[in-house]
């Protein structure tokens, strides 16, 4: 027999809730330096400001503070389940300023500001942190309509100049890494 236990939402709410905006988190976004959560709005606002987690004031990166701060999906899909209609009730609300207009805020980039004009760039603090890439056991090809992608292409990328004029979604195929 299966015991079910009722927990009030007021016992999860400091766990759920943005420390910033006092609400459920949105488009929640986790600090990678200290495992802080935020709403995605609210912590790039902060950041654009300071360069410390606004829970523990812990030094995120001295220039680039936005490049340590990931999309935490878990923690959404955690918030989504436990709070009735939020999940209904976001969705509502983007399309109602769409249509009016206003930006989706889910266009704010998780990237330090700077601009490049070539998709395929790759900067080097990502470049440090990229330790699996000659791992030989998730060595791969990755191939579209039986073309070898670059390893540095990015989905754009290749959705604008692989896929063209075919129907999504994009298809990708994959093998082990072939060295020639």
């Not at 027999?1 to 009722?6: A, C, G």
Request: charged content about 25%; hydrophobic content about 30%.
């Amino acid at each position: 027999m299966i015991m079910e236990r009722k927990i009030k939402l007021k016992t999860l709410n400091s766990h759920i809730t943005c420390k910033i905006c006092r609400g459920y988190l949105i488009d929640a976004t986790t600090v990678t330096e200290c495992l802080h959560t935020f709403c995605k709005s609210c912590l790039v606002k902060h950041l654009e400001e300071n360069n410390t987690c606004p829970t523990c004031n812990i030094v995120i990166h001295q220039s680039h503070p936005l490049q340590y701060i990931s999309f935490d999906r878990t923690m959404q899909d955690i918030v989504y389940k436990l709070v009735p209609d939020l999940q209904k009730n976001e969705i509502n609300r983007e399309r109602s300023s769409t249509d009016r207009g206003l930006p989706n805020p889910k266009d704010i980039p998780l990237t330090n500001g700077d601009i490049h004009g070539d998709d395929n760039h790759i900067d080097n603090t990502h470049a440090e942190s990229d330790y699996h890439r000659q791992d030989e056991q998730v060595n791969i090809d990755i191939l579209c309509n039986d073309e070898l992608l670059g390893k540095d292409h990015t989905l754009k990328f290749v959705y604008v100049t692989r896929w063209r004029f075919q129907n999504p979604p994009l298809t990708l195929q994959y093998r082990p890494r072939i060295d020639i």
